[in-house]
């Protein structure tokens, strides 16, 4: 959605100059980017309550004073005799009209409209059309303007029983489904596709004096995905499918009056409102424990109390009130969330995660979990962790009622394809070496009980060293190497088959899955044992977007005094590009007293996919060093 900086401005008491105005929003998660001083903005689908100049200034009336000059109609309001008949009250609870006449039709606007058409680059339509939209600007609901006379035997709302052509305003014929809500006149002709587009036969032209206004308040299910499917580009769609304030139908009538007001003289005036489900006012108890949980600090009732208020909430000794627009308020983690926002999520000083085990406090299989852990990190292994839902079915698993992704609706059984997915995903980026484990629940029926298991996936090269390099990961050092620590279970080291897993390796796959219960020990010696796992803080750095790219060298050594210079210098050589270097050949020649050992070199940039330029302008220092040092060449290139 567009905001005008000026108009955002012109109802703030203190004139903030835009790149501060744009601090402060960035504050209250508003994401924009700002282009000859017009805001355009990417609200949440939840903020609905926003996608008005009125919306934003509620939220910016925590840093600001709101001055605004807007005036209302204050006079009373004759009662509207219409033949109004609602059978989707579900779909449409709330639902007002209003029948404005007037004297002429304005040839010109006042500066307000006048601004919004010009700043925001819009082009005009008619006087009530105009009217209609700028008030959707204004104060976020949508109404819609039929004219007078097509309507005199009345309207209903229903879902369509069979589907029928429609001609939008915009002169677009459509067919419009089944079960679709429309609003029809007396003869069962579509006039509106309920709050998305109105029909041709009842639209406002530059000649209209005589009105019937729409205020409408829609159950968002009801209109979402509409606008889409019809391929219609609808703004009134697009606020009623992020829900609009159900209580804003008086006020929106008042100042749709008052504009045409300011323009022409209003000859008659009536007005009629249906509320079907009236809506109860929404309360949360103000748990300030569990919000000073939630945020990571220690705030004050007082301080907790004036930033909610500020944010137009009601706050009665320990009870929260919702406002009616607020429709994504439910529970107290969404207020802990509004009050952080008020704070500001960088003015928050960051804590640091500490957890201290003791055997005192902590069972046996919770340490030896971070036993296990240690012993394959230190032996080279990654650990990993991925969602525990699945899209496979089996007669173990479990089904979610409410899944977050429908197409991932049932409880992991097992470990193995998230970790057979995870070493194909590494291997497609010429990984080759691969030990990953993952420890976490797997839930199986008839079980009503959660398993921890640790689950245990190694592919390729033992190691990125020259000792190793040539050695394969396989049963037999999974065996050796848990064997040792873990007292003999049942556990079965399982080989994968590669049918299907579209990859080109050839190595072979070996995986393990290990109950940790209370029948789980380890033997605690060598590298476990005595292993103080106190004030432990953890750290990540982030995975790069973007494809590494390598390099080999392979050197000659003649002059074995020099060998462990050369290992010194590079993997101890150091450039911002450089993530990686291991050798990974080795051979001695005794006949000829010559050592051949080749280095691998892994390049990555977080910014941007490395071109050779780079890489080689990385590469140069390394070979212009080495070729200098006596008795060790690279062969192929000449001495300098």
Known sequence: MKIAYEHIIRNITQKPEICVLSEKLFQLGHEHEIEEGIFNFEFTPNRGDCLSLKGLLRDLSLFYDTCSEIEIYE?????????FTNNASRACPKISFLKIDIESVPKNYNKLLEKYFLDLGINKNNFFTDVSNYLSYETGQPTHCYQSSPLESGIKLDFLNESKEFKTLLGKTIEIKKDDLVFQ???????????????????????????????????????????VQYAINSEAAHKFERNVDPNSHE?????????????TNILNLEYCSYDYHSQKDKHIHLNLRKINKIIGIELSLEDCSNYLQSLGFSVDEMNIGIPSYRHDINTVNDIAEEVARAIGYNNIKPK?????????????????????????????????????????????????DNPIDSNKKYLRTDLKKSLLNNLIYNERRQHESIKLFEIADINT??????????????????????RDFRKKLDEKYLTDLLDRHIEKSNHKYEIINRDGLN????????????????NFKLNYHN?????????????????????????DLSFSVKDFSKFNLLQEYLLNYEHDL????FIFDYFFNEKKAEIKIGFRFIFQSSMNTLIDKKVNEAMNPIMSYTTSIEGITIPGMAKK
């Open 185 to 227: 006149n007396n003869e069962n002709e579509i006039i509106n596709l309920a709050g998305v587009v109105g029909g041709s036969s009842t639209s406002c032209n530059k000649n209209t004096k005589s009105v019937i206004v729409e205020i409408a308040y829609f159950n968002p299910e009801v209109i979402m995905g509409k606008a």
């Open 578 to 581: 450089l993530k990686e270097v």
């Open 75 to 83: 006079n009373d309001i004759e009662s509207l005799n219409f033949k």
């Open 527 to 551: 590298e476990l044992h005595n292993i103080e796992i106190e004030n432990l803080t953890t750290s990540y750095i982030p995975v790069s977007d973007y494809p590494s790219s390598s390099r």
């Open 251 to 263: 006020y929106v009538i008042r100042r749709f009056i008052k504009i045409v007001e300011e323009h």
């Open 503 to 518: 990859t080109k390796s050839k190595n072979i796959i070996v995986y393990v899955e290990i109950e940790i219960d209370k």
């Open 445 to 466: 029926l008839p079980s009503d009980y959660d398993k921890r298991v640790i689950g245990i996936i190694v592919s390729g090269r033992v190691d990125n060293n020259y």
């Open 352 to 400: 640091k995660f500490i957890t201290t085990f003791s055997s005192r406090n902590q069972n046996m299989t919770e340490v030896d979990e971070i036993k296990i852990k240690n012993l394959l990190i230190n032996n080279g292994f990654y650990e990993v962790i991925n969602n525990p839902f699945t899209q496979e079915n089996t007669k173990f698993s479990f089904e979610v």
